[in-house]
C-alpha cells in the first residue's frame, strides 16, 4: 500500500484585500469668506493607501519597506484598528493584535504602571493576569521609579521601552513592530532584538516589522512587503524583494 502524505493546508492569520485609507483635511479658508459669501469649507483628501492586498501566514515573519510616506505605518495603524478602512477589508482572523509604534497607545496623563493596565487590558488581558506580569514588565523595561511617574514626562526612549516591555511580555498573538527596535539606548536595543528573536520563534505567533534597517529585515523576516505612495510595489521573498528594493533606494 502506498503511503500518502496530505498536504498541509496553508494557514493565514492576517488578510487585507483591496484596502483604502484616505486621510481628511480641511482647506483653510478665513471666518470672512465663510460669514459672507457661505461657502462649506471644502476636504483636501489624501490616499495613503490605495488598494493594498496580501496574505499573512500563520506564524511568518513579514517585514514591511518603503520610503517615508510610502504607507507603512498607516498600514498597521489600520491592522491594529486605529485606523478604519474607507474602502476593503482587513481580516485578522480573530487573534490578539499587538501594536508598538512610538506616539499611539498610551494615556500621557497617567503613569507607567497605569498605562500597563490600560494596554494590558485593550490587548483582552485580564487584570489577574496583568497583575501576574507586572513586575517583570517593570523590571525589563529598566525604568524604575519612573514607573509611577505620568508617561507625559518620558523622552522617546523611555517611552518605547515601556511600549515594548509591556508587549513582549504579554505576548499576543499577532504583534505589529513599527519602528521600535530602533529607538533607546544602546544596551536596550540589544536586549529588544533577543527578546524579539525570541518571540518570533513561536511558530504560532505572526509578527509584521516596519523598519528602515534592511539588514534587521534582511535577519528576522521570512517575506517582505514594499509599498510604494500607497499601493504594493512588490510582495515576495525576502532574497528577492530586499535587493530590488536597496537598488531603487540607491
Same mark, same amino acid.
Given at each position: 500500500m502506498?503511503d500518502?502524505?496530505?498536504?498541509?493546508?496553508?494557514?493565514?492569520?492576517?488578510?487585507?484585500?483591496?484596502?483604502?485609507?484616505?486621510?481628511?483635511?480641511?482647506?483653510?479658508?478665513?471666518?470672512?469668506?465663510?460669514?459672507?459669501?457661505?461657502?462649506?469649507?471644502?476636504?483636501?483628501?489624501?490616499?495613503?493607501?490605495?488598494?493594498?492586498?496580501?496574505?499573512?501566514?500563520?506564524g511568518?515573519? !513579514?517585514?514591511?519597506?518603503?520610503?517615508?510616506?510610502?504607507?507603512?505605518s498607516? !498600514?498597521l495603524?489600520?491592522?491594529?484598528?486605529?485606523?478604519?478602512?474607507?474602502?476593503?477589508?482587513?481580516?485578522?482572523?480573530? $487573534?490578539?493584535v499587538? !501594536?508598538?509604534?512610538?506616539?499611539?497607545?498610551?494615556?500621557?496623563?497617567l503613569?507607567?504602571?497605569?498605562?500597563?493596565? !490600560?494596554?494590558g487590558?485593550?490587548?483582552?488581558?485580564d487584570?489577574?493576569?496583568?497583575?501576574?506580569?507586572?513586575?517583570?514588565?517593570?523590571?525589563?523595561s529598566?525604568?524604575?521609579?519612573?514607573?509611577?511617574?505620568?508617561?507625559?514626562?518620558?523622552?522617546?526612549?523611555?517611552?518605547?521601552?515601556?511600549?515594548?516591555?509591556?508587549?513582549?511580555?504579554?505576548?499576543?498573538?499577532?504583534?505589529?513592530? =513599527?519602528?521600535?527596535?530602533?529607538?533607546? =539606548?544602546?544596551?536596550?536595543?540589544?536586549?529588544?532584538?533577543r527578546?524579539?528573536?525570541?518571540?518570533?520563534?513561536? =511558530?504560532?505567533?505572526?509578527?509584521?516589522i516596519v523598519?528602515?534597517?534592511? =539588514?534587521?529585515?534582511?535577519?528576522?523576516?521570512?517575506?517582505?512587503l514594499?509599498?510604494?505612495d500607497?499601493?504594493?510595489?512588490? $510582495?515576495?521573498?525576502?532574497?528577492?524583494?530586499l535587493?530590488?528594493?536597496?537598488?531603487?533606494?540607491?
Open positions: 502506498t500518502i502524505k496530505e498536504k498541509k493546508k496553508v494557514e493565514y492569520s492576517i488578510e487585507i484585500k483591496d484596502l483604502k485609507i484616505i486621510y481628511r483635511t480641511l482647506q483653510k479658508t478665513s471666518i470672512r469668506q465663510n460669514i459672507f459669501k457661505f461657502q462649506k469649507n471644502s476636504m483636501d483628501k489624501f490616499e495613503a493607501l490605495r488598494g493594498v492586498s496580501f496574505k499573512v501566514q500563520k511568518q515573519v !513579514l517585514g514591511v519597506v518603503g520610503k517615508n510616506g510610502s504607507g507603512k498607516t !498600514l495603524k489600520a491592522m491594529a484598528g486605529v485606523f478604519a478602512p474607507d474602502e476593503g477589508t482587513i481580516d485578522m482572523k480573530g $487573534y490578539s499587538s !501594536l508598538l509604534s512610538i506616539g499611539v497607545g498610551f494615556q500621557r496623563k503613569t507607567g504602571r497605569e498605562n500597563i493596565y !490600560l494596554s487590558m485593550l490587548l483582552g488581558f487584570e489577574a493576569f496583568i497583575k501576574n506580569k507586572e513586575d517583570e514588565i517593570i523590571e525589563f529598566e525604568l524604575g521609579d519612573f514607573i509611577d511617574k505620568p508617561v507625559k514626562t518620558y523622552s522617546s526612549g523611555m517611552y518605547s521601552k515601556l511600549a515594548f516591555s509591556i508587549t513582549a511580555v504579554l505576548e499576543t498573538e499577532i504583534m505589529l513592530v =513599527d519602528e521600535v527596535l530602533s529607538v533607546g =539606548d544602546k544596551k536596550f536595543r540589544e536586549k529588544s532584538y527578546k524579539m528573536r525570541e518571540l518570533i520563534s513561536d =511558530d504560532d505567533r505572526t509578527v509584521v523598519s528602515h534597517s534592511t =539588514d534587521t529585515l534582511q535577519e528576522l523576516c521570512d517575506k517582505i514594499w509599498i510604494h500607497g499601493v504594493v510595489k512588490e $510582495y515576495g521573498e525576502k532574497d528577492i524583494v535587493p530590488h528594493y536597496n537598488e531603487f533606494m540607491s
